[in-house]
């Protein structure tokens, strides 16, 4: 349950209850925040979302939480609900943000959006519509209501390193100047118009642009995140059982998705980009240090990554057939892998960034925020989340034609 005791920011002031305002409170990174915010803090939360699946346990008044009266869910899409800005400005307000006569800080996260590559390469439109034109009105209402914001953007905003683009037997490619990706420093670098996968990074700049103009322009106090890879229970979703059937969702899960059904791992063009991961966890603590040091956090851009956890997609699959041989008990595949191009298993118009390795200075000069966890154990807390909730749907799901016939 929450603390009963005053909580202290970093600068030792003592911080006062919020009401937060959560869009996508209901997805993978909003379940997590919201079991942070009620077990933890006295913050009140709106949780706005179309589903609530991972968050009943908390929404449920029969389970005696102590916290249910400060979490309310309200289902709706940010596309077409006039009650979204309603609910924004109702939201109470703290402190030395805007001053309304309340004790209480309402700020606005915002965490819905389309966000798989297979999404990016095949509906580019959604894609464009879902992370900018429909964020427009979230930042608009902020601004013009006096409301801070922390907006998710994500670490594809920066595209390809500069390092891709030298020579293969270049030594330079080593060197941290050329992958290591800062926030303020970094140039964006994306493929041409026709690879329709860069849809989503611009529409992320874009907003991320328009964010940063606002504050500029118009005072917008804000802070952006840019998530390298969050994992951990509850993300994404498992084709066909919790998630269309034809649906491709990340790598991790989608090697998730593989194991469960005894099938060789896809790597995507032999598997060699590479890739960090980070603890959902680890993760949401620095999600909290931003929302209760709004001082240190406000105008800034924060990578949110594991530079330490860095692997390419083909020793990601190695680790995880061995995580699960572990957690599942089932013997490991004679075959474990196999190669697919990427227009086979995305389609044409898809390219990718070859190293995403984020520079953690800002976020822990800010903040003092450093993850902790190792790639195998977050691998084995995940995996052993999928096999417990996964596994025997999967066996039924695939015995099912068979007795039918």
Known sequence: MASSGTRIDLD???IKPMTICMIGAGGFIGSHLCEKLMAETPHKVLALDV???????LLEPSNGHPWS????????????DSRLEGLIKTSDLLLDLVLNGSDSLSQTINLAAICTPADYNTRPLDTIYSNFIDALPVVKYCSENNKRLIHFSTCEVYGKTIGSFLPKDSPLRQDPEYYLLKENDSPCIFGSIEKQRWSYACAKQLIERLIYAEGAENGLEFTIVRPFNWIGPRMDFIPGIDGPSEGVPRVLACFSNNLLRREPLKLVDGGESQRTFVYIKDAIDAVMLMIENPTRANGHIFNVGNPNNEVTVGQLGGMMTEVYAKVSGEPKLEQPTIDVSSKEFYGVGYDDSDKRIP???????????????????????????????????????????????
Not at 51 to 57: A, F, L, R
Not at 69 to 80: S, V
Not at 373 to 399: C, P, V
């Open 51 to 57: 589903y609530n699946d991972k968050i009943k346990h």
């Open 12 to 14: 030792g002031s003592p």
């Open 359 to 405: 520079d953690m200075t800002i976020i822990n000069r800010q903040l003092g925020w450093n993850p902790k966890t190792s790639l195998w154990d977050l691998l084995e807390s995940t995996l052993t989340y999928q096999h417990r909730t996964y596994a025997e749907a999967i066996k039924k799901a695939i015995s099912q034609p068979a007795s039918t016939n």
């Open 69 to 80: 009266d400060r979490i309310q869910f309200h289902r709706l899409n940010i596309k077409h």
